[in-house]
């Protein structure tokens, strides 16, 4: 299909059109929306523009939207419905549950079905030839509807980059932001003046962390001696001569001045060359990063990656509506409490990961693949990230995607594979192996994702054939594409 903006413009156009009608009637809208942080920055657009416009809605924030969750809001009432983020991937569940309810559909995941229903207003970048994986997110749906609902709604398109940046679309040079997401939505919020993007030292905590933590967290790239190392992250700074501190206080990567940064990042890329690591990949430190203009500098939701972080912590912890009060405005008690939230997420990842380093024998080398089973030593909504840390951080073999497990609370095994961009090139869909190895498996299990990372849920007990199904089918993709060097090399 060859993508058509316009036609995708006017979907958006008419849905807004359908909600604004809804709230000058004076409607109760539902707003549902999902959990990750660009579920929580399209519910927090979505929650915003309705509020901004005195509407009377509620909004729910939920992990996964299924037949059980339809059927038990169709039941509260006629009402009008928004979903966010989700609700495409499960068109014919709502079809069924909410007969003739009016309803609009914002999601950037493939739809399951055509939609034939007339109740149900959809806007979707993938029925326009838009690619919903990296071209715009949820977040971004719900902003290109948002701005037809107010006439000063163009800042929230701040939260829609912090959106597509949580689904990890960010996959231009350098970290850019492409097509729509660069094209309609950086732009209106640069041009509503709430957002700055700019090519800058691409650490983790730029705007929150001293410089030497900063650079020891980072992990992407991976700089051997300062990533992971404080001691040799500080040395690393006091002989290129950085002055740490201001006064008693920790001056952070964004308070450099630019002659500063430009030493930084000659220095940076000169001690990676210096240690073999790939010029490509020694550049990759300095990338696209993107600043929430007006918020307060040293603040968690100054950096758009930083920003996604917080609100993917408070997703995890089951606190999505702290995430949302967020997105629309709270800078108060709610505010701290997601900072808390972050610290203890953040405690709980360092502890899983430990978990990983010390108890070496938990992690088994295969042919194609890594894999460890966590039992319940790391909850299930962490193992995935744990899984990530650990392939980025070199605790496990960069070269291999990643298979964990770990028990859920309901009696079944949480799967999560993870791997790398350069896997990916050689013909590697984790989603895609996730989805065809529970459809093998059966007896309810569920799976699918990205390319990138993945996930499924499947019985206990399974877990081994689980494995071999997905060796045999790595190992399909890894053949498909001829003119790739074979897996060992081509990683
Ligand atoms: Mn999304």
């Not at 495409?88 to 399951?112: K, R």
């Not at 410089?211 to 040799?232: C, M, R, V, W």
């Not at 740490?244 to 000169?270: P, V």
């Amino acid at each position: 299909m060859t993508k058509n903006l316009e036609r995708f413009l006017e979907l958006a156009d008419a849905a807004a059109g359908y909600i604004d009608d809804w709230i000058s009637a004076k409607e109760q809208i539902f707003v549902t929306s999902h959990l990750d942080s660009d579920g929580l920055s399209a519910a927090g657009i979505i929650g915003a523009a309705l509020h901004r416009r005195g509407a009377y809605f509620q909004l729910r924030i939920i992990r996964q939207l299924d037949r059980a969750y339809l059927s038990n809001i169709s039941t509260e009432g006629p009402r009008r419905y928004i979903f966010s983020d989700l609700g495409s991937g499960q068109l014919h569940h709502i079809e069924s549950a909410l007969i003739d309810a009016p309803t609009v559909i914002l999601d950037h995941h493939p739809p399951s079905i055509k939609n034939t229903s007339k109740n149900i207003r959809q806007v979707n970048p993938h029925l326009c030839g838009f690619d919903g994986t990296h071209e715009i997110s949820g977040a971004g749906v719900a902003y290109l509807v948002a701005r037809h609902l107010g006439a000063s709604n163009e800042d929230l398109a701040a939260l829609a980059v912090v959106g597509a940046i949580g689904d990890v679309q960010d996959r231009g040079e350098k970290h850019t932001l492409l097509s729509l997401n660069k094209d309609i939505i950086v732009e209106d919020a640069v041009a509503a003046d709430v957002l700055e993007a700019a090519t800058d030292i691409r650490v983790f905590g730029r705007e929150t962390r001293p410089i030497h933590k900063a650079l020891q967290y980072t992990s992407d790239p991976f700089i051997p001696g300062i990533s992971n190392d404080s001691e040799g992250a500080l040395s690393f700074l006091s002989d290129i001569g950085i002055e740490l501190k201001d006064g008693d206080r920790w001056r952070t990567i964004a308070s450099l001045s630019k002659e500063e940064k430009r030493q930084l990042n000659t220095a940076l890329i000169t001690y990676m060359l210096k240690r073999n690591i790939p010029a490509r990949e020694a550049q990759s430190i300095i990338g696209r990063v993107y600043t929430l203009k007006r918020e307060n500098p040293g603040s968690f939701l100054r950096d758009a990656r930083e920003f996604s972080t917080l609100l993917n912590a408070c997703g995890r912890s089951d606190q999505g509506g702290v995430g949302v009060a967020i997105c629309m405005g709270d800078r108060g008690s709610l505010y701290r409490k997601a900072e808390a939230i972050l610290k203890e997420h953040r405690r709980q990842l360092a502890e899983g990961l430990s978990w990983l380093v010390e108890d070496s024998g938990s992690v088994e080398s295969r042919r194609l693949l890594q894999t460890f089973h966590s039992r319940d030593k790391i909850t299930e909504t962490l193992v995935g990230s744990i899984a990530s840390m650990a392939l980025f951080s070199r605790i496990l073999d960069w070269t291999k995607p990643v298979i964990a497990f770990a028990f859920t609370t309901d009696g079944r095994v949480k799967v999560s594979a993870r791997t790398t961009q350069s896997v990916i090139k050689s013909g590697v869909h984790l989603g895609e192996i996730m989805r065809l190895a529970c459809e093998e498996i059966g007896s309810g299990s569920e799976g699918g994702g990205h390319s990138i990372a993945a996930g499924a849920t499947i019985p206990r007990g399974s877990e081994e054939r689980f494995l071999e199904i997905a060796e045999r089918l790595l190992a399909k993709q890894l053949g498909q594409t001829k003119e790739v060097p074979p897996p060992s090399e081509g990683a």
